[in-house]
């Protein structure tokens, strides 16, 4: 596959809807930044090798972003102003990390990583981890729960950070206090949201009004609403939308976009500022050619990372794409 510029991929997706013109909610990167930046990755030899990539985190201070390697493990690191990216943290095996999924960047630039099956594939090996700026690993823990499947993270209004099963409805809390780092089981969904085949809770952000976690459960595409102060569960009010597939949660006020990675859909909520209620406003097709798995919000744009899941060898180009929403 060749490399897609920005403009070539709204347009795909204007075509896939039926538009006479660009896609309402996406409007093609401007300026001097890269619309693509470049991963590095494994080479292909024999049918085998590769890379494939789910998780991105952004620094605003220092306007970079970090990437995760699930094939093994890697964090890569670039810049805004810089097309190319490069590998900062080593995986197979690094601090028995060999795999990695949901990255996020506290107010402190610490990098919290979610490890996804580390844990299972590799008994006795932690589920996440969490480094500072130089890459210095500040904690490396394990949940205690069998069968973690740690998906994706976000750093709470408490400065807690908030990481997602997808093999149970928990959510834990990671914190530290007076450099001891400390990982719980902060809530248990269990009888309230039902369990069914595939990926369970996956993308996370903080509500509008900071009172309240929103989760995506994207094998029956709902949306959870996880209260602050009690850690219980409730539907969120989606209406007719489909969600299926939900994969990475933005938020922006209160725009709330859903990355639906195997659906190549990114869906746009309008939702209320206590998280209770979202009505979706409008849905566009991704490049086909492209399986993005969730995207951060860097500046005026989202940076989406196509993750090579739908190949088996994960072939290059690898790639973050930039695409700046229109504002409304």
């Known amino acids: 596959m060749q490399t897609r510029s920005l403009t070539a991929l709204a347009l795909s997706a204007a075509v896939l ?3 006479a013109t660009l896609p309402a909610t996406l409007a093609a990167a401007a300026g001097s930044r890269p619309a693509v930046y470049q991963l590095p990755g494994d080479p292909v030899l024999d049918g085998a090798g590769g890379s494939k990539f789910e998780g991105i985190g952004y620094d605003a201070r220092t306007q970079r972003f970090y990437v995760s390697e699930t094939t093994g493990g890697e964090i890569h690191r670039g810049h805004l102003q810089s097309g190319t990216a490069a590998e900062w943290l080593r995986g197979d095996g690094t601090d028995d990390r060999w795999t990695a999924r949901g990255v996020t960047v506290d107010s402190q630039g610490r990098v919290y990583v979610a490890g996804g099956p580390n844990g299972i594939d590799h008994p006795g090996a932690p589920d996440l981890w969490v480094y500072d700026r130089t890459g210095r690993l500040l ?11 740690v998906n994706d993270v976000a750093v709470g209004p408490d400065g807690a950070a908030y990481f997602t099963n997808s093999n149970a409805p928990q959510v834990f809390r990671v914190a530290e206090r007076h450099g001891h780092w400390s990982v719980r089981t902060w809530a248990d969904a269990t009888g309230t949201i039902p369990v069914r085949t595939g990926f369970n809770l996956g993308g996370i952000v903080v509500a509008p009004d900071r009172q309240s976690l929103v989760v995506a459960q994207g094998n029956v595409g709902r949306l959870w609403r996880f209260d602050l102060r009690s850690g219980g569960a409730s539907p969120v009010d989606t209406g007719s ?3 299926v597939n939900a994969d990475g949660l933005v938020l922006r006020g209160d725009q709330l976009w859903v990355v639906r990675n195997f659906s190549r859909v990114l869906s746009t909520l ?3 500022a206590d998280a209770r209620a979202a009505t979706l406003t409008s849905e566009q097709p991704t490049d086909p050619d492209r399986l993005f798995t969730t995207a951060k919000l860097a500046q005026d744009r989202l940076l989406l990372v196509d993750s090579k899941f739908d190949e088996p060898v994960g072939l290059p180009p690898y790639e973050v794409v930039a695409l700046t929403p229109l504002r409304r």
């Not at 904690?139 to 499947?149: D, E, I, K, Q, S």
Request: no cysteine; net charge positive; aromatic share 4%.
């Open 241 to 243: 939308a489909n969600l």
């Open 139 to 149: 904690a490396a823990l394990r949940t205690g729960v069998a069968n973690a499947f």
């Open 17 to 19: 809807a039926g538009a």
């Open 270 to 272: 309008r939702i209320s």
